[in-house]
């Protein structure tokens, strides 16, 4: 099976740079994921790493080190409106041409003036 | 349509009754995900439908739960004899085939009383 393991709350001031890590253990990796989730909204899609690296996309990057099974998700010049939680999710082969995600317990952040 | 959708929005019912979840993916989607979110927690995998394939129904807690997708459209999450461990927000997501983003529909939030 899998299990990941990301802090369950980050509190940053606006405008800081914020990181939230995931490490995971799983077989059949093939990729990490990070969703934001609003109070009382959907999961929406972030950032998506099957390599190593840095992958940015705007305010927000995510790197991945698979040789570390480890990610980070990093929010840089904070927003009011990034206070929420954030799940990193891992893409694995489960057999019979199956690849489940299976989603970290997720990271409460909250951006304080 | 041009996202996904879950029906109905909110759903109670009472201990032993059976209840059936309904999630229209987006438009050409051919993966299917059903997930379930209890108050605070991360998402729970349950099945997930790819194709024509046959379903990954290895997340599924227990013989009370099954789903089906008909045409490779609509899915129905079925559980039957409800228990209010049950409790919880069941969401749907689809993707593109060779894709990675998961586009969630709003959820269904299922009190069992």
């Known amino acids: 099976g899998q299990s990941l393991e990301q802090p369950s709350e980050v509190t940053a001031v606006e405008g800081a740079i914020v990181q939230i890590n995931c490490t995971y253990q799983?077989?059949?990796?093939?990729?990490l994921s990070w969703y934001q989730q609003h109070d009382g909204g959907a999961p929406t899609f972030l950032s998506y790493?099957?390599?190593?690296g840095l992958e940015e996309t705007g305010r927000f990057s995510s790197f991945l080190s698979r040789s570390d099974s480890y990610g980070y998700l990093l929010l840089q010049e904070l927003q009011m409106k990034d206070s929420a939680s954030y799940f990193c999710?891992?893409?694995?082969?489960?057999?019979?041409?199956?690849?489940?995600?299976?989603f970290g317990k997720g990271t409460k952040l909250s951006v304080i003036p | 349509g041009a996202g996904v959708s879950q029906s109905p929005s909110n759903k109670v019912t009472e201990k032993g009754k059976d209840v059936e979840l309904r999630c229209d993916p987006i438009?050409?989607?051919?993966?299917l995900y059903w997930y379930r979110q209890s108050l605070g927690q991360g998402l729970e995998f349950l099945i997930y439908?790819?194709?024509?394939?046959?379903?990954?129904k290895s997340g599924l807690p227990s013989d009370r739960f099954s789903a089906e997708r008909t045409g490779g459209s609509v899915s129905t999450l079925t559980i039957q004899r409800t228990q209010q461990e049950d409790s919880a927000v069941y969401l749907c997501?689809?993707?593109?085939?060779?894709?990675?983003?998961?586009?969630f529909g709003p959820g269904t939030r299922l009190l069992v009383l």
């Open positions: 790493n099957a390599l190593d």
């Open positions: 997501a689809s993707t593109m085939a060779g894709k990675e983003t998961q586009y």
């Open positions: 438009s050409g989607h051919t993966a």
């Open positions: 999710a891992v893409r694995a082969y489960s057999g019979a041409g199956s690849y489940q995600l299976t």
């Open positions: 439908f790819q194709g024509n394939s046959a379903p990954d």
């Open positions: 799983t077989s059949g990796f093939y990729g």
